[in-house]
């Protein structure tokens, strides 16, 4: 018996999934949520957000300069006039340096990616901090909207608001 792909379970849960779907109305999203893209957090769940209510903005680290492109498109063409950025407790983020990437790509790829920015940190609440000063720096966005940071505790699965500098 061989075993199948992540990809293949995943597919064969989505099937489950699509025989007892029933959409219902998506509301007008009024939240934004930029989060890292780490599997441990279910946004859903740890937030309690209603079907259709919310945009999920995911990446790594949940580093607003990556988001402002997605964020932008969500405040201006739907409409969503609050924004929680949430990063987390025991991030990976935080176990390396830009260079230490550059390298691995260099040792493993044969790329040379002296030119990108991986936006690691070593202080979650200061990566929150930073990033709600790219948001407010950043022309892309709207700045009448109601904005706050946030930790994760992956441990708890409790917030804890960063207060901003």
């Known amino acids: 018996m061989s075993e199948s792909s992540a990809i293949e379970h995943a597919i064969e849960a989505n099937r489950r999934f699509a025989e007892a779907f029933a959409p219902t109305e998506a509301g007008q999203p009024e939240l934004a949520v930029i989060l890292c893209m780490d599997a441990r957090i279910d946004p859903i769940r740890a937030l309690g957000l209603r079907y259709g209510h919310a945009h999920i903005i995911r990446n790594a680290g949940g580093r607003m300069a990556d988001a402002l492109r997605s964020l932008a498109i969500s405040q201006r063409l739907v409409g969503t006039r609050e924004v929680a950025v949430i990063h987390h407790t025991e991030c990976a983020m935080m176990t390396f340096s830009d260079d230490d990437m550059r390298q691995r790509l260099r040792d ?58």
Not at 135 to 140: A, D, N
């Open 108 to 165: 493993e790829a044969g790329y040379i990616a002296d030119h990108l920015a991986f936006l690691p940190f070593r202080d979650v609440e200061q990566s929150v901090r930073d990033d709600l000063e790219v948001y407010r720096s950043s022309p892309l966005v709207r700045q009448d909207v109601l904005l706050r940071g946030f930790v994760y505790d992956v441990a708890t699965g409790l917030l804890r608001e960063v207060e901003a500098d």
